[in-house]
């Protein structure tokens, strides 16, 4: 008995201990000229200012001349340049999704214990982890540039490519990667901004992006009719049919 408890203890020891995974809250701060979000991409556009949450599903926009930071409960920094529009798809502790529509970014990201955390574009995408990137994208295609620690891109053909700090990518929808270039000198890491990240939130994570505000008051004011014991058990009867009632059948003879 005792060298069977052993030997599940010993197995128990050998399986890996994911943490839970949570989700993250996202806060817009360090705002600078003309700013807005959008809680998503059919929503209308809305000026906001320091402290502005904003949902996975939504979107931030920065005019020309502005910049803005995102900061998430993780302390993971996104800096959106001028003209530059860019979108939260999921954010948790174990995955973050984002993704660049137009525009340049500066990402600052601490990922540990194998978290995912990538920013997408139509060309391709950065998966990274614990690392300082920057990437400038338009319709036609984005380039990612690694400035510390490691990134794998990869184009919208499938073909992966791993970057060393230095190295930049250049992905185009026509025609994938382009080729990978190495900057010439040393590689100058850009000061991460002073923001405060917000308050974790409480709920527990969930893969679907949050429901619009107008969506969610249509679930809750909409509430089907109970059916009663009789209606549970009545036939279903097509609308164009009438319903007739059977006489009982003659007593036996």
């Keep these: 008995m005792g060298f069977l408890l052993a030997a599940i203890l010993a197995l128990l020891a050998t399986v890996p201990l994911y943490a839970a995974e949570l989700p993250l809250a996202a806060k817009i701060d360090a705002v600078s000229g003309e700013v807005s979000a959008r809680a998503s991409s059919a929503a209308s556009w809305v000026a906001v200012k320091n402290g502005a949450m904003l949902a996975p599903g939504g979107e931030v926009r920065t005019g020309k001349g502005a910049s803005a930071v995102v900061v998430f409960s993780d302390n993971d920094k996104v800096r959106l340049n001028s003209a530059t529009v860019f979108a939260i798809d999921g954010a948790t502790t174990l995955k973050t999704e984002l993704r660049l529509i137009s525009g340049r970014f500066t990402a600052w990201v601490r990922r540990a214990n194998k978290a995912d955390f990538r920013v997408r574009h139509l060309a391709g995408?950065?998966?990274?982890?614990?690392?300082?990137?920057?990437?400038?994208?338009?319709?036609?295609?984005?380039n990612f540039t690694l400035l510390q620690g490691a990134m794998d891109v990869t184009d919208a053909f499938g073909n992966t490519s791993s970057l060393i700090p230095g190295q930049s990518a250049n992905l185009t929808q026509a025609g994938g990667n382009q080729g990978v270039t190495t900057a010439t000198g040393e590689v100058k890491v850009p000061e991460e901004p002073a923001v405060e990240p917000p308050a974790a939130p409480t709920t527990a994570a969930?893969?679907?992006?949050?429901?619009?505000?107008?969506?969610?008051?249509?679930?809750?004011?909409?509430?089907?009719?109970?059916?009663?014991?009789?209606?549970?058990?009545a036939t279903t009867v097509s609308p164009s049919a009438p319903t007739t009632t059977e006489p009982p059948p003659p007593p036996p003879q």
């Design 125 to 142: 995408v950065a998966a990274v982890r614990g690392t300082v990137l920057e990437g400038e994208g338009t319709d036609a295609g984005i």
């Design 206 to 233: 969930t893969t679907e992006p949050a429901a619009p505000p107008e969506e969610i008051a249509a679930e809750t004011t909409t509430v089907p009719p109970t059916k009663s014991p009789v209606q549970e058990s």
